[in-house]
Protein backbone atom coordinates (compact mmCIF):
# COMPACT_ATOMS: atom_id res chain seq x y z
CA UNK A 1 0.00 0.00 0.00
CA UNK A 2 1.36 3.81 -0.17
CA UNK A 3 -0.56 4.92 2.96
CA UNK A 4 -3.54 4.25 5.65
CA UNK A 5 -5.93 5.63 7.57
CA UNK A 6 -7.03 6.09 11.37
CA UNK A 7 -10.27 8.35 12.35
CA UNK A 8 -9.98 11.43 13.94
CA UNK A 9 -12.75 11.84 16.06
CA UNK A 10 -13.97 15.31 14.83
CA UNK A 11 -17.11 16.87 14.78
CA UNK A 12 -19.64 16.55 13.56
CA UNK A 13 -18.17 13.70 11.77
CA UNK A 14 -14.85 11.68 11.94
CA UNK A 15 -11.96 12.88 9.69
CA UNK A 16 -9.41 10.17 8.54
CA UNK A 17 -5.92 10.90 8.33
CA UNK A 18 -3.61 9.12 6.22
CA UNK A 19 -0.28 7.76 6.98
CA UNK A 20 2.28 7.15 4.98
CA UNK A 21 6.61 7.36 4.54
CA UNK A 22 6.87 10.22 2.73
CA UNK A 23 4.81 12.64 0.61
CA UNK A 24 5.37 10.76 -2.76
CA UNK A 25 3.99 7.54 -1.03
CA UNK A 26 6.24 5.24 -1.64
CA UNK A 27 4.65 1.44 -0.91
CA UNK A 28 5.08 -0.58 2.15
CA UNK A 29 3.39 -3.36 3.58
CA UNK A 30 1.64 -3.92 6.39
CA UNK A 31 2.68 -7.61 8.42
CA UNK A 32 -0.11 -9.88 8.55
CA UNK A 33 -0.75 -13.87 9.40
CA UNK A 34 -2.74 -16.25 7.32
CA UNK A 35 -3.99 -19.77 8.54
CA UNK A 36 -6.80 -22.38 7.36
CA UNK A 37 -9.49 -22.85 9.93
CA UNK A 38 -12.35 -25.40 9.54
CA UNK A 39 -15.75 -24.13 10.98
CA UNK A 40 -18.75 -22.40 10.47
CA UNK A 41 -18.59 -18.74 9.02
CA UNK A 42 -21.41 -15.65 7.62
CA UNK A 43 -24.23 -14.12 9.23
CA UNK A 44 -27.04 -16.76 10.91
CA UNK A 45 -28.98 -16.19 7.97
CA UNK A 46 -26.39 -17.64 5.19
CA UNK A 47 -23.75 -19.40 7.60
CA UNK A 48 -20.86 -21.20 5.59
CA UNK A 49 -19.32 -24.79 6.02
CA UNK A 50 -16.09 -25.71 5.78
CA UNK A 51 -12.60 -24.78 5.71
CA UNK A 52 -11.78 -20.89 4.83
CA UNK A 53 -8.70 -19.09 4.75
CA UNK A 54 -7.92 -16.31 7.54
CA UNK A 55 -6.13 -13.60 7.52
CA UNK A 56 -5.21 -10.77 9.89
CA UNK A 57 -2.83 -8.06 9.99
CA UNK A 58 -0.26 -7.46 12.89
CA UNK A 59 -0.47 -4.59 15.34
CA UNK A 60 1.52 -2.49 17.83
CA UNK A 61 1.41 0.16 19.90
CA UNK A 62 1.03 3.09 17.94
CA UNK A 63 3.96 5.56 17.40
CA UNK A 64 3.61 9.49 18.08
CA UNK A 65 2.91 10.15 14.74
CA UNK A 66 -0.39 8.00 14.67
CA UNK A 67 -0.57 7.99 18.43
CA UNK A 68 -1.81 11.42 18.02
CA UNK A 69 -5.15 10.33 16.20
CA UNK A 70 -5.52 7.17 17.40
CA UNK A 71 -4.02 6.05 20.62
CA UNK A 72 -4.94 2.25 20.82
CA UNK A 73 -2.49 0.49 17.94
CA UNK A 74 -0.93 1.21 14.62
CA UNK A 75 0.05 -1.69 12.11
CA UNK A 76 3.37 -3.08 11.79
CA UNK A 77 4.43 -1.45 8.42
CA UNK A 78 7.14 -3.49 6.61
CA UNK A 79 8.96 -0.47 4.78
CA UNK A 80 12.23 -2.72 2.46
CA UNK A 81 12.09 -5.79 0.51
CA UNK A 82 14.14 -7.16 3.18
CA UNK A 83 11.70 -6.80 5.73
CA UNK A 84 8.92 -8.31 3.91
CA UNK A 85 11.48 -11.62 3.28
CA UNK A 86 12.50 -11.60 6.76
CA UNK A 87 8.57 -11.66 7.69
CA UNK A 88 7.67 -14.28 5.42
CA UNK A 89 10.41 -16.44 5.91
CA UNK A 90 13.07 -16.07 9.19
CA UNK A 91 12.13 -18.55 11.97
CA UNK A 92 9.10 -16.21 14.93
CA UNK A 93 12.42 -15.03 16.69
CA UNK A 94 14.12 -13.36 14.32
CA UNK A 95 11.13 -11.84 12.79
CA UNK A 96 9.20 -10.57 16.00
CA UNK A 97 11.81 -7.89 16.31
CA UNK A 98 9.80 -6.29 13.28
CA UNK A 99 6.50 -6.11 15.48
CA UNK A 100 7.34 -2.49 16.92
CA UNK A 101 6.03 0.63 15.77
CA UNK A 102 7.64 2.34 13.00
CA UNK A 103 10.20 5.14 14.50
CA UNK A 104 8.10 8.95 14.13
CA UNK A 105 10.95 10.47 11.56
CA UNK A 106 10.05 7.44 9.25
CA UNK A 107 6.36 8.37 8.39
CA UNK A 108 4.49 11.33 8.54
CA UNK A 109 0.17 12.53 7.66
CA UNK A 110 0.44 12.89 3.92
CA UNK A 111 -3.47 13.62 3.80
CA UNK A 112 -6.31 14.16 5.93
CA UNK A 113 -10.46 14.09 4.54
CA UNK A 114 -11.96 11.34 1.94
CA UNK A 115 -9.40 9.95 -0.35
CA UNK A 116 -9.12 11.63 -3.39
CA UNK A 117 -6.59 9.62 -6.31
CA UNK A 118 -5.88 11.58 -9.14
CA UNK A 119 -7.89 10.73 -12.63
Not at 2 to 31: I, M, N
Not at 54 to 69: K, M, Q, R
Not at 104 to 118: C, T, W
Amino acid sequence: MTSFPEWEDTKPKKTPVWFGLAPERPLFAFAGIWTRWNGTRGPKSHPVEGEHELYGFVTCDPNETVGAIHAKAMPVLLTTPEEMNTWVEAPWEIARELQRPLPDDQMLIVSKGNRMDPE
